[in-house]
């Protein structure tokens, strides 16, 4: 269409006639006249609208979806945060709790043999002063440690203090081959000497080179004169075997030691020394035999006619 004066006055008329459906429509309402052709277009045009809604729909719910997704990841990062903390503190308790035990374990191993102890824990192994099996511990001679004082923990023999500074000490332990304690068989009372091995069991020496030694046996300390480097009666180890003597006055005897050298974490110096010697009294109690349980067994006795007939019950006692 050309732009002349009759068009332009033709789009202008178009325009007044829509402003004034508009207006009959809004005043209208409901009752509008113009509501059946409105309906009628929606007929039309209502299938056009919603195959765009169908296309249109996936790219939103995609959109909304990574919306969502964003929000669910920082709901899994702040869940993930928490369970962390959590598995941490529970973690921390269980330590905690693993920590208790060794120290309730430790104040009855000193209870039982009326040592007088102060508790420390362990704060660096390694090393030192020449010793290959070492460790520091947080108390020294702030705490009354002296040089040469029995260390222990709940188990039994850790070793003994080498050296003393102000608030840390250094102790060898038993395990280490230049460390050697007197000790004494339990019920026997046979006196020897154990030398450690590192990671080895320790290889003890009897003075009595023909004295019975069997495995399961148990040692203790047998203590030293003023009580240092040992106060008696604190655990060793036990027997695990006993090597026959080629000809000579003593035999191997290997004892496993109490005590894990490897995992030590709390330890008790004797400050104190008992008035008497324990003896065994501080040794673990030992387990207990199974009682024998008692079968019946029944024997069938045959009879002329070719029958079994019921025999004597017989009662029999197996371990």
């Known amino acids: 269409m050309r732009d002349t004066r009759e068009s332009r006055l033709l789009l202008v008329l178009l325009i007044a006639i829509a402003f004034a459906l508009i207006t009959v429509d809004i005043r209208g309402g409901e009752a509008s006249p113009v509501d059946g052709a409105r309906g009628a277009a929606a007929s039309v045009f209502g299938p056009v609208q919603e195959g765009v809604a169908k296309a249109v729909d996936p790219v939103g719910n995609a959109i909304g979806a990574v919306r969502d997704s964003g929000e669910r990841h920082d709901r899994v990062t702040v869940l993930e945060q928490e369970n962390a903390a959590l598995k941490q503190r529970l973690g921390s308790d269980a330590r905690n709790r693993s920590r208790l035990k060794e120290l309730d374990k430790l104040l009855n191993t000193a209870g039982a043999g009326q040592y007088g102890i102060k508790a420390a824990e362990v704060i660096a192994i390694g090393a030192a002063q020449g010793f290959s099996w070492t460790v520091t511990i947080d108390a020294g001679a702030d705490d009354g440690l002296k040089r040469d004082m029995t260390v222990l923990n709940g188990d039994g023999l850790v070793g003994r203090v080498t050296t003393v500074g102000p608030s840390t000490a250094t102790v060898l332990l038993a395990n280490d081959p230049d460390f050697?304690?007197?000790?004494?068989?339990?019920?026997?009372?046979?006196?020897?000497?154990?030398?450690?091995?590192?990671?080895?069991?320790?290889?003890?020496?009897?003075?009595?080179?023909?004295?019975?030694?069997?495995?399961?046996?148990?040692?203790?300390?047998?203590?030293?004169?003023?009580?240092?480097?040992?106060?008696?009666?604190?655990?060793?180890?036990?027997?695990?075997?006993?090597?026959?003597?080629?000809?000579?006055?003593?035999r191997d005897i290997f004892v496993r030691p109490y005590v894990g050298y490897t995992k030590l974490d709390i330890v008790g110096v004797v400050v104190q020394a008992p008035r008497e010697d324990p003896r065994d009294m501080v040794l673990p109690k030992k387990p207990a035999k199974p009682k024998p349980t008692p079968t019946v067994t029944v024997t069938a006795t045959p009879s002329p006619n070719g029958q079994d007939l019921p025999g004597d019950g017989q009662v029999n006692e197996q371990e």
């Open 180 to 250: 050697t304690v007197g000790t004494r068989m339990e019920g026997s009372d046979e006196l020897g000497f154990a030398t450690g091995q590192g990671d080895r069991p320790f290889n003890v020496q009897l003075l009595n080179g023909k004295a019975k030694v069997k495995a399961g046996d148990r040692l203790v300390t047998f203590g030293s004169s003023k009580d240092r480097p040992f106060v008696p009666g604190v655990p060793v180890g036990q027997v695990v075997r006993v090597d026959p003597s080629a000809g000579g006055l003593t």
